[in-house]
């Protein structure tokens, strides 16, 4: 199971976190970690938005046992300062729910970015806990 979401504004960091919520329903991710993901998600796709242009897109994909969200965007690319970024406490410099990167970094399982001046591309994923049961499938309307 596959979905995009084009960013190019605010509304579709919106439109990417309900995809993800949506996805998640039926795997045994519990609150607190269902929640770690969709911070994430709205941290990688307001990144599209506020630095690189608004021209991008998220990708959800439910694999075997994890869930995995990929971000890629034609910006400008990171700074050289990334591992700076990434090595901070958590605390961003903005906009965003205040987590930023190196939130993510510490809120997903696996977290990679490739970089470049023609635009970047992050991969992160969550893996579903063993032994726990799976998310009651409601479903809001
Ligand atoms: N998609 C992106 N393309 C280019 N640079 C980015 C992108 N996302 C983040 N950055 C750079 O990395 C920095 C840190 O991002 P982040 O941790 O999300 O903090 P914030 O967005 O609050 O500045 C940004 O200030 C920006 O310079
Ligand atoms: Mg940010």
Redesign the pocket.
Known sequence: MKEHVSIEREEDVYMAVAVARRMMLGMALDEMQQQMVLVSVA?LTR??V???NGSGEFTCEILSGEIQITVT?G?????DLLQD?LRADGV?????LGL???GVQRLMDTFSIQTSEKG?KIVASKRESLGRKKAAGTRSP
Request: hydrophobic share 30%; glycine share 18%; charged share 15%.
């Open positions: 941290e990144n599209v506020v630095h690189a965007d910006g400008p690319g990171f700074p970024v961003s410099s903005s906009r965003g930023g990167l190196a970047s």
